[in-house]
């Protein structure tokens, strides 16, 4: 639909503007109009009016419009939360807000070439060397989907060289500990005078869980009788940094732990001062959904207690080698590697969902391992 007006320029001239409906912004639903004007006779202005209507009508305007990225990302992050869950919607929204939008939100998609993301990406490198690769694939996939939707005809982002991760000379001290660093680091905890705490991280020494996994754990999940406990369930970050239990990563993250008589005889010595602890604050934990690691609200502890934890008994004592809250995974899965379990073995424990998964991340092994490998070759070598 086109509308023709007559109007007079400053030196009294007869001129004529055109109007025409062109849809709606498919992201903002409001009319688009084309306006234009200077047109010296309403027959030029009918001929202009016409191309502008076939135009629309073609969807060629469509293509040629002016989207900002910031509206691009948020039409791409609609239909992106559908397909992850919301911790992994939540991080890269906070990947977007913090690090990509400060740079493209304001950019026409059409204006973004190669040669401004190659700068983009190689100061990524330098500033954020773990992230910088995920931020550039995240620019990536908006720019394709731009060219899903026909703002763009090309994805600027293929023909961009991205950075090798430089590795650093040296040697990172491993995040694991042996048995006999595990042992000295449980020698500080007294489990009757700090029953939680010992026996939170016993469970996440010798059940491999997660930190998450370990902080999700009701006392429906602990049995007893087959002394194992039941993993269905993380607590993660949500949006706006609130926390959430949701399911476990993967299907194999579903699992049941055969774990030893020493950490279930901690898990029930503390399940017994729970009950005492919380009734004198009011609750009443004999229920099966109780939480196992509770705050004094009965409720979930934050994410990052076991870190503090952890990092205060370093402190306290002088641990040199330092893990994290991560490390007992690791140091979990090193024993077991140094006790004999299989990658298969290994990988069910964990709840990998494939073996290469687990040499992956858990490719080391313990001094006791190399030592013994290398009395195997000379002993094969025999010269």
Same mark, same amino acid.
């Given at each position: ?57 073609? /969807? ?75 931020? +550039? ?5 908006? @720019?394709?989907?731009?060219?899903? *939707?026909?703002?763009? =005809? ?31 680091? +449980? ?19 010798? /059940? ?11 006392? *429906?999940?602990?049995? +007893? ?9 993380? @607590?993660? *970050? /949500? ?6 239990? *949701? ?21 029930? %010595? ?11 604050? /009011? ?9 196992? +690691? ?5 409720? %979930? ?28 995974? %690791?140091? %979990? ?29 858990? =490719? ?20």
């Amino acid at each position: 639909m086109a509308v023709i007006r007559q109007y007079k320029i400053k030196s009294g001239a007869v001129r004529y503007e055109v109007q025409v409906f062109a849809g709606r912004d498919e992201l903002t639903n409001k009319r688009r109009i084309i306006h234009k004007r200077g047109y010296t006779s309403k027959k030029e202005a009918t001929l202009a009016a016409s191309r502008l209507s076939l135009d629309a009508g073609k /969807g060629d305007l469509v293509k040629k419009k002016h989207m900002l990225f910031r509206d691009v990302y948020e039409a791409w992050y609609a239909g992106y939360i559908n397909t992850v869950r919301e911790s992994t919607y939540s991080r890269t929204k906070g990947m977007f807000d913090n690090h990509i939008l400060p740079y493209f939100g304001n950019r026409h998609v059409e204006d973004i070439t190669t040669a401004m993301l190659q700068k983009v990406v190689n100061l990524w490198a330098k500033e954020a060397s773990r992230n910088y690769k995920r931020w +550039f694939n995240y620019v990536g996939s908006v @720019l394709e989907y731009a060219v899903k *939707q026909q703002y763009i =005809t090309d994805n600027p982002v293929k023909r961009v060289t991205v950075p090798k991760r430089q590795e650093k000379a040296g040697d990172d001290a491993p995040n694991f500990w042996d048995k006999h660093e595990l042992a000295r680091f +449980f020698g500080y905890i007294d489990p009757q005078r700090e029953p939680e705490k010992y026996t939170m991280f016993r469970v996440l020494a010798f /059940g491999g869980l997660r930190r998450g996994e370990c902080l999700a754990l009701t006392w *429906q999940d602990i049995s +007893f009788t087959d002394k194992t406990i039941r993993v269905n369930k993380t @607590l993660t *970050q /949500g949006l706006k940094g609130r926390q959430i239990v *949701q399911a476990p990563k993967t299907r194999k993250g579903r699992r049941t732990i055969p774990m030893d008589a020493k950490t279930m005889s901690a898990l029930k %010595h503390w399940r017994l001062v729970q009950l005492q602890k919380y009734m004198a604050l /009011g609750f009443n934990t004999n229920k099966p959904d109780q939480l196992v +690691f509770a705050t004094v609200h009965n409720t %979930h502890k934050y994410l990052n207690q076991p870190e503090k934890w952890l990092k205060s008994i370093e402190d306290t004592h002088n641990i040199q080698h330092r893990i994290t809250v991560h490390g007992f995974r %690791h140091s %979990h899965a090193s024993a077991l590697f140094a006790a004999g379990a299989t990658i298969k073995e290994v990988q069910e424990r964990l709840g990998h969902e494939d073996a290469a998964t687990t040499m992956n991340i858990y =490719t080391h092994v313990t001094k006791d391992q190399n030592k013994e490998a290398a009395k195997l070759v000379a002993n094969y070598l025999g010269f």
